[in-house]
């Protein structure tokens, strides 16, 4: 990690051009793990709404991810990637579960059916 008073010392030498990502939160320590799901539905209808994954270690700890601002649309075997984001960090994940929504309060309830997901860190992508 670099200081925020630093960084542009560190990663901007003799002014060649540089993309800074910082992984930030408003909750501390600031940090936020990141990770991309990919995913891939079989659903026959088109599904729009909200995913939130928890991930669970083998130790039984589970933290859940910040609900994404936009909504997806799942159409069937149409890979849809989202960027999902956790105020812990796991290392070794036992269990993933996902819970689909499409918030609102009236009208039917939908199921999203999975035929294929990934889950990978992208602050520990060898994960």
Sequence with gaps: GYYADRWKKL???????TKAYFDTSDQDPFCMYNYLLD???WN???????I???ITDYAG?????????EASTFQQYKRVKILTGFYQDVDKISKISLIFSTK???GPKHKLRILQMRLKSLNNPER
């Design 11 to 17: 990663l901007i030498p003799n002014s060649s051009p």
């Design 39 to 41: 995913i891939t539905t």
């Design 44 to 50: 026959k209808s088109i599904r729009r709404g909200f």
């Design 52 to 54: 939130k994954v928890k």
């Design 61 to 69: 700890n589970t933290v859940e991810s910040e609900m994404n601002s």
């Design 104 to 106: 609102t309060l009236i």
